[in-house]
Every structure is written in C-alpha cells, then in structure tokens.
C-alpha cells in the first residue's frame, strides 16, 4: 500500500484547509485509515483515524474542529477548520490492515510522505 498526501500549506489561524490521501496497491486488504501530525521537536502524534466502516475517532486538542472522512475508493480526507497555531505540523496520513485504535505510531505499517500545514498567528 502506497500513500500519497496532498493540501498543506499556509493559513491564517481560524481559517481552514483540506487534506487529501490518495491510496495505491493492495487497497482491498486496508482496514483503519487515518492521520497523524508531527510538530517540530514533538512526538508525532495521532489526529484522526477512521475505520472501514466509516466511524471515526478523534484526538480531544482536534474535536469539534477537525473532520475525518473516507470514500469508496479509500480517499481518505482531513477537513480542518477554526486552526490554531499549535496546529502548525507536518501531517501524515497512514494506514493499516487492522485496526489503528491503541497502535503505537512506531507500528503503524503504512505511512504517506507528509505535508506541511502551517498556521499564522
């Protein structure tokens, strides 16, 4: 499985952004889906996931403000609005072929490049 992530870039804090995650290879096998983040000098760190189902879970510094969705085709976007700066990470979109849920990010399988999003205060 191959991942591919696109829509980082510059706003301005309270604005909004749009991540994209287009999948390739063996898609039929991929379970959980989901995106993580890492700030300079921090932990990378869980976002969002979402299961094949379609039920997502949300990190609490996120909720409310970040959405999580998955197509047929296993697109998987991040529709962030009301950002702050301490948004400010490259994020990663990830997937597995079980589940996300209470997987340490060092075991997660599948990992995209990442895309920079950066909030200005």
């Known amino acids: 499985v191959q991942l591919q992530a696109f829509g980082g870039g510059l706003v301005q804090s309270g604005g909004s952004l749009r991540l994209s995650c287009v999948p390739s290879?063996?898609?039929?096998?991929?379970?959980?889906m989901g995106w993580y983040r890492q700030a300079p000098g921090k932990q990378r760190e869980l976002v969002a996931t979402?299961?094949?189902?379609?039920?997502p879970i949300y990190a609490d510094s996120v909720r409310g403000r970040f959405t999580i969705s998955r197509d047929n085709a296993q697109k998987l976007y991040l529709e962030m609005d009301s950002l702050k700066p301490e948004d400010t990470a490259v994020y990663y979109c990830?997937?597995?072929?079980?589940?996300?849920?209470?997987?340490?990010?060092?075991?997660?399988?599948?990992w995209g490049q990442g895309t920079l999003v950066t909030v200005s205060s």
């Open positions: 979402i299961t094949h189902s379609g039920r």
């Open positions: 990830a997937a597995s072929l079980g589940t996300l849920s209470g997987l340490r990010w060092q075991n997660v399988p599948y």
């Open positions: 290879g063996s898609l039929s096998s991929v379970r959980d």
